[in-house]
């Protein structure tokens, strides 16, 4: 499902560049200081902005992701634990003494 979805997204954008450099084809003169001039397409000035704003989310979103995998990792460590802390105190045998001074939920 996920790379269905990826690739009707990445169809979208296809589109989205091809119709872009239909309706605008002509060039503009980009100057940056003292670097120089370059005659570029509008489309790709459009577009290139674009793709890095997208890999860079792409990337800020992993940091995020990686880091909650980890987080999940340290849980089910913590989880498995836990539940063998657990099944080892119900199998643990119960002397006399102990069963004399014990009393069941509810009772005062």
Partial sequence: MKKILFFV???LFVVFALTLNLQNPGSITLKY????????ALSLVLIIPFVFGLLLGALLMSISVFR?????????RQLAKVEKEVESLRTLPLSESELKGATLPGES
């Fill in 68 to 76: 909650n995998k980890v987080a999940v990792g340290k849980t089910k």
């Fill in 33 to 40: 200081y003292y670097f120089g001039e370059a005659n570029v």
């Fill in 9 to 11: 997204l990445f169809l």
